[in-house]
């Protein structure tokens, strides 16, 4: 059973950065599809950005293009989502989510591609 922890999570204000984490375990990182998801209050789960851990491969939802950048760290099995110019918008439950089936070449956004998930790491932006 993977586990997954995420942690960097906090309050800025409007603009600021921040870089969240998220290590990985009981689970075979390499050769999948991991993702970063989040969830506002009374909102849908929604997809921010996916990576292939085998080919560093990345796409992104369309709000956070250009702002955030999904990276890993193979050897630590570590995640990893930098948050560039954060907007109240943004404020959020952030995910960490994990595929168990091996990358078949492209990763997607939907929740339900992704089988195990973290427990959340709370961004607030405030304007």
């Known amino acids: 059973q993977g586990q997954l922890v995420e942690s960097g999570g906090g309050s800025v204000q409007a603009g600021g950065s921040l870089r969240l984490s998220c290590v990985v375990s009981g689970y075979t990182y390499s050769g999948r599809c991991m993702a970063w998801f989040r969830q506002a209050p009374g909102k849908e789960r929604e997809g921010v950005a996916a990576?292939?851990?085998?080919?560093?491969?990345?796409r992104y939802a369309d709000p956070v293009k250009g702002r955030f950048t999904i990276s890993q760290d193979n050897a630590k099995n570590t995640l990893f989502l930098q948050m560039n110019s954060l907007k109240p918008e943004d404020t959020a439950m952030y995910y960490c989510?994990?595929?168990?089936?091996?990358?078949?070449?492209?990763?997607?956004?939907?929740?339900?591609?992704?089988?195990?998930w973290g427990q959340g790491t709370q961004v607030t932006v405030s304007s």
């Open positions: 989510a994990a595929d168990v089936r091996p990358f078949s070449g492209y990763c997607y956004l939907g929740q339900y591609e992704y089988n195990y």
């Open positions: 990576i292939g851990t085998g080919d560093g491969s990345t």
